[in-house]
């Protein structure tokens, strides 16, 4: 099974700040990489497909790089609904997995 | 527009089965593999199971192999999950997703439906 480490696992920000979440497989999943933002109570919503590309509706501040085993997710200038949870999610190969979660908190 | 609604969730003691169901609409369900994604209460997303368009083919996580039963019934838009020999562990938000693109991203989540295992 591939393995997705995601980090940190939390962190504090003011609004306005750029954010960067890490993710990296155990295994070249090449840009088979997928990253959610869950709000409490809520389904994921799917921000990044692909590594890189922005789904539908989802604002230019979320940007999405990496391929091979490191990836990042980053906001460029925070939010106040960006206060969440987010998750990367390998779809290269069964049984597909996700990353553990990071909890962007208000500093 | 696309609208995945589970039900059949619910408190049920160890042991014991339940199924979940899943009606699909405002796309061609037929043409799409469907998922099954659970989230236990406060932890992070676990992938449980999938089948094909068809019915013809399924995969599930290893921890549910041999207990659960992924099905679909095309002619209903139906997905379903038979969850036999419950474990308290089993407890979760189940999801059903649909996926999407080039990547096979989970493009369409359920409101989830909430499997209590519970003596």
């Known amino acids: 099974d591939i393995q997705m480490t995601q980090s940190p696992s939390s962190l504090s920000a003011s609004v306005g700040d750029r954010v960067t979440i890490t993710c990296r497989a155990s295994?070249?999943?090449?840009?088979?990489l997928n990253w959610y933002q869950q709000k409490p109570g809520t389904a994921p919503d799917l921000l990044i497909s692909?590594?890189?590309s922005l789904h539908s509706g989802v604002p230019s501040r979320f940007g999405g790089s990496g391929s091979g085993t490191d990836f990042t997710l980053t906001i460029s200038s925070l939010q106040p609904e960006d206060f969440t949870t987010y998750y990367c999610?390998?779809?290269?190969?069964?049984?597909?997995?996700f990353g553990g979660g990071t909890k962007v908190e208000i500093k | 527009q696309v609208q995945l609604v589970e039900s059949g969730g619910g408190v049920v003691q160890p042991g014991r089965s339940l199924r979940l169901s899943c009606a699909a609409s405002g796309f061609t369900f037929s043409t799409y593999a469907m998922h099954w994604v659970r989230q236990a209460p406060g932890k992070g997303l676990d992938w449980v199971a999938v089948?094909?368009?068809?019915?013809?083919?399924?995969w599930y996580a290893e921890s549910v192999k041999g207990r659960f039963t992924i099905s679909r019934d095309n002619s209903k838009n139906t997905l379903y999950v038979q969850m036999n020999s419950l474990r308290v562990e089993d407890t979760a938000v189940y999801y059903c997703?649909?996926?999407?693109?080039?990547?096979?991203?989970?493009?369409?989540w359920g409101q989830g439906t909430l499997v209590t295992v519970s003596s």
């Open positions: 295994q070249n999943i090449t840009t088979y």
């Open positions: 089948m094909s368009y068809d019915g013809s083919k399924k």
């Open positions: 999610q390998q779809s290269y190969s069964l049984p597909l997995t």
């Open positions: 692909a590594a890189s």
């Open positions: 997703v649909r996926p999407g693109g080039v990547a096979q991203s989970f493009h369409y």
